[in-house]
């Protein structure tokens, strides 16, 4: 006679509170292609500013944090776009 003759089967480990890979329902994870528009925009809008506004320090760092802002949001909203299985 076996001397553990409770043991447990690994399946009766089950961990109820895994969380599966899906996205959280937010604004850029819903229309990821409009913030990709967005973010563009604001990379155009930073490079305008940049270019023509730019003579005094304010203009200079609104163009900096429009560019940075752009930059972030259109790979954010990149990374969110579904992708399409091969098969």
């Given at each position: 006679?076996?001397?553990?003759?409770?043991?447990?089967?690994?399946?009766?480990?089950?961990?109820p509170?895994?969380?599966?890979?899906?996205?959280r329902?937010?604004?850029?994870?819903?229309?990821?292609?409009v913030?990709?528009?967005?973010?563009?925009?604001?990379?155009?809008?930073?490079?305008?500013?940049l270019?023509?506004?730019?003579?005094?320090?304010?203009?200079?760092?609104?163009?900096?944090?429009?560019?940075?802002?752009?930059?972030?949001?259109?790979?954010?909203?990149?990374?969110?776009?579904?992708?399409?299985?091969?098969?």
């Amino acid at each position: 006679m076996p001397t553990n003759k409770n043991k447990r089967k690994a399946h009766t480990h089950s961990k109820p509170n895994v969380v599966q890979n899906t996205q959280r329902p937010g604004l850029i994870t819903s229309y990821p292609k409009v913030f990709v528009s967005v973010g563009l925009f604001f990379v155009a809008l930073g490079f305008y500013l940049l270019t023509f506004e730019s003579q005094n320090n304010a203009m200079f760092g609104l163009a900096m944090i429009a560019l940075i802002a752009g930059v972030v949001t259109t790979l954010y909203a990149k990374i969110a776009i579904p992708k399409k299985n091969k098969d």
